[in-house]
Nanobody, 111 residues
Framework: VQLVESGGGLVQAGGSLRLSCAVS????????MAWYRQAPGKQRELVAS???????NYADSVKGRFTISRGNVRNTVYLQMNSLKPEDTAVYYC??????WGQGTQVTVSS
């Protein structure tokens, strides 16, 4: 089972980015998929999660700005990030119960 994250980059405050995560090699649909992030000097934190059926959960700091969604291709998930703030700067990781941590994708928001 392999997990690949993409979509990070450098953006100005107020801008948007869309992160993508694709899990390949699993013959089953993964029920729970989530995005975490880790800023320098801080612990990794849950940003958003989604389970089959579309139930979502968000960290208070991103509610109303970020949207997690499942892709049409099985075992893909996206994180649409709008109104980005400098404090959103971090390495973002996709995580599922059947995958280990990937390399993540860097998001940098300049003020």
């Amino acid at each position: 089972v392999q997990l690949v994250e993409s979509g990070g980059g450098l953006v100005q405050a107020g801008g948007s980015l869309r992160l993508s995560c694709a899990v390949s090699g699993s013959i089953f649909s993964i029920n729970f998929m989530a995005w975490y992030r880790q800023a320098p000097g801080k612990q990794r934190e849950l940003v958003a999660s989604i389970i089959s059926g579309g139930i979502t959960n968000y960290a208070d700091s991103v509610k109303g700005r970020f949207t997690i969604s499942r892709g049409n291709v099985r075992n893909t998930v996206y994180l649409q990030m709008n109104s980005l703030k400098p404090e959103d700067t971090a390495v973002y990781y996709c995580k599922t119960p059947v995958t280990t941590w990937g390399q993540g994708t860097q998001v940098t928001v300049s003020s």
